[in-house]
């Protein structure tokens, strides 16, 4: 997302003229808030992918491996041997510019760079410098560069501009699936570590949990299970969902986007945030008082931290909490799920939550459905 968001006269009047510059002249421009984050490291390593690190792209040293213009030159060559399609790609094209208008990148950002011809040039300049005697003769002149690290920032940044939609290859008159040529120079950057974020981390989210969004099996039915006695709530029907029921007849699979990128699976009333934890069903009387005034509290903190609630505090301190009502700071030592850290930021505000929610009365106290 941009620094600025544009005004729609702005929008408009984006310009699509070639600069005045040549492109190999044109320095790159990493845009704050236009390029992607950096993969997280340890996502890097779950999937087993090389040279795991902590680097930001703005900054001017990209902790790259010592060796890296090598890896890039060997796996550079390992895909033209592999892929003639690639090879055959790197040389055919006669840049007549057919695809640049078909790009939704370079319409909405008026980037020459972002055209697709001239995205896959980032490449093919490397390779007529490093894989042709034309190239290694004639330098420039025949649109050849060498590896540098300047060269390696602007394929990072343009490679990973592309959505890969491949509209730009049905309108080549070549066939050239300039896709493809995205795909390479991705591949490319991940040899030595320059993933983004975007792609490792759901990735690592699908092996570990098997969606991309991280998601463990039981917060899909702990989401069920709240659903179900809203339901039940509003018609008096209680319904019972079933998972993983064998002959059953209909498999039924929810992408886990549409079920959890809904605002209205998180976002909740603070004062119903108890519902949906399901030990609540061991209490009765004031405790289900003090565990509505706890479990309210943590779900406006989380929203204020911007943290998951179980980092504020974890259910299992919840319940107990409610269970034993403690009116002193020392006896909060005595609760599971409590760290010494809690108790000293938090100890005396959770007292002052129980003592307060004590004195609500009983017709206020809510009602725990069997």
């Known amino acids: 997302?941009?620094?600025?968001?544009?005004?729609?006269?702005?929008?408009?009047?984006?310009?699509?003229?070639?600069?005045?510059?040549?492109?190999?002249e044109t320095p790159i421009n990493i845009r704050k808030g236009m390029y992607c984050y950096a993969s997280n490291p340890?996502?890097?390593?779950?999937?087993?992918?090389?040279h795991a690190r902590?680097?930001?792209?703005?900054?001017d040293d990209w902790k790259l491996p010592e060796n890296w213009q090598e890896i890039i030159h060997q796996g550079?060559?390992?895909?033209?041997?592999?892929?003639?399609?690639?090879?055959?790609?790197?040389?055919?094209?006669?840049?007549?510019?057919?695809?640049?208008?078909?790009?939704?990148?370079?319409?909405?950002?008026?980037?020459?760079?972002?055209?697709?011809?001239?995205?896959?040039?980032?490449?093919?300049?490397?390779?007529?410098?490093?894989?042709?005697?034309?190239?290694?003769?004639?330098?420039?002149?025949?649109?050849?560069?060498?590896?540098s690290l300047d060269v390696l920032k602007e394929w990072w940044y343009y490679m990973f501009q592309c959505s890969e939609c491949r509209r730009c290859s049905v309108f080549c008159p070549y066939g050239i699936d300039t896709a493809e040529i995205t795909i390479m120079g991705r591949e490319l950057l991940n040899l030595i570590g320059l993933n983004i974020d975007w792609i490792a981390t759901?990735?690592?989210?699908?092996?570990?949990?098997?969606?991309?969004?991280?998601?463990?099996?039981?917060?899909?039915?702990?989401?069920?299970?709240?659903?179900?006695?809203?339901?039940?709530e509003l018609t008096g029907v209680r319904m019972e969902p079933q998972f993983n029921?064998?002959?059953a007849d209909i498999l039924f699979i929810t992408p886990s986007g549409d079920v959890f990128a809904d605002p209205g699976t998180y976002v909740i009333p603070p004062e119903h945030a108890w519902l949906r934890i399901r030990a609540r069903k061991y209490l009765q009387g004031n405790q289900l008082v003090v565990l509505q005034a706890l479990a309210g509290w943590r779900e406006t903190e989380a929203r204020r931290a911007?943290?998951?609630?179980?980092?504020?505090?974890?259910?299992e301190a919840l319940i107990e909490l409610s269970r034993q009502q403690p009116k002193?700071?020392?006896?909060?030592?005595?609760?599971?799920?409590?760290?010494p850290g809690i108790i000293q930021r938090r100890g005396n505000h959770l007292i002052n939550l129980i003592e307060k929610a004590l004195e609500l009365p009983e017709e206020q106290w809510p009602m725990e459905k069997k």
């Open 202 to 232: 759901p990735v690592a989210n699908c092996y570990r949990t098997g969606n991309h969004l991280g998601i463990q099996p039981h917060a899909f039915v702990d989401m069920l299970d709240f659903f179900v006695d809203d339901v039940e």
């Open 76 to 147: 550079f060559k390992e895909r033209l041997e592999r892929f003639r399609s690639f090879k055959v790609f790197m040389d055919i094209c006669v840049r007549c510019g057919a695809c640049a208008d078909k790009c939704h990148y370079f319409i909405g950002t008026g980037d020459p760079k972002n055209m697709p011809v001239l995205r896959a040039e980032l490449l093919r300049s490397v390779y007529r410098n490093d894989f042709t005697r034309v190239g290694k003769i004639l330098g420039k002149i025949n649109g050849a560069r060498p590896m």
């Open 306 to 315: 911007d943290k998951p609630k179980g980092w504020i505090l974890k259910n």
């Open 42 to 50: 340890k996502s890097v390593e779950y999937l087993g992918l090389p």
């Open 328 to 339: 002193k700071p020392e006896r909060l030592k005595q609760i599971r799920g409590l760290t």
């Open 245 to 247: 029921k064998k002959g």
């Open 1 to 24: 997302m941009a620094e600025e968001f544009p005004k729609p006269e702005e929008l408009i009047q984006i310009d699509h003229r070639a600069p005045n510059t040549d492109w190999m």
């Open 54 to 59: 902590q680097w930001n792209p703005v900054e």
